[in-house]
């Protein structure tokens, strides 16, 4: 069973930058591809941005496309999402989540929340104009 925990959210103006963090606690991250999800009120889970286990490959949500970059440190056990650009439409709970793949899958990765196994507990970022 692999927990994740979110950090990193917060309150920030406009045009400014964040960066969340996850890390599994007691386990790791080794041969799980990772994405991260977020949620405003009201609203479902969406798709922000994922990257393959080994980190060869990423795939971006348009609406974060050039703005944010998803990135992991498999020897620290952490995934990473800069958000740059900052817009109050991206104020939202933020999650994270990891879902086991095959080693010769070094390049798989998902776009689909159903895809994945263990979610974090999600990490509030607030944006204002």
């Known amino acids: 069973q692999v927990q994740l925990v979110e950090s990193g959210g917060g309150l920030v103006q406009s045009g400014g930058s964040l960066r969340l963090s996850c890390a599994p606690s007691?386990?790791?991250?080794?041969?799980?591809?990772l994405g991260w999800f977020r949620q405003a009120p009201g609203k479902e889970r969406d798709f922000v941005a994922a990257i393959s286990w080994v980190g060869t490959s990423t795939y971006y949500a348009a609406s974060v496309e050039g703005r944010f970059t998803i990135s992991r440190d498999n020897a620290k056990n952490t995934l990473f999402l800069r958000m740059n650009s900052l817009k109050p439409e991206d104020t939202a709970v933020y999650y994270c989540a990891a879902f086991f793949v095959q080693a010769q899958r070094y390049s798989h990765l998902s776009t689909d929340r159903h895809d994945y196994e263990y979610w974090g507990q999600g990490t509030q970022v607030t944006v204002s104009s």
């Open positions: 007691g386990g790791t991250f080794s041969h799980y591809a």
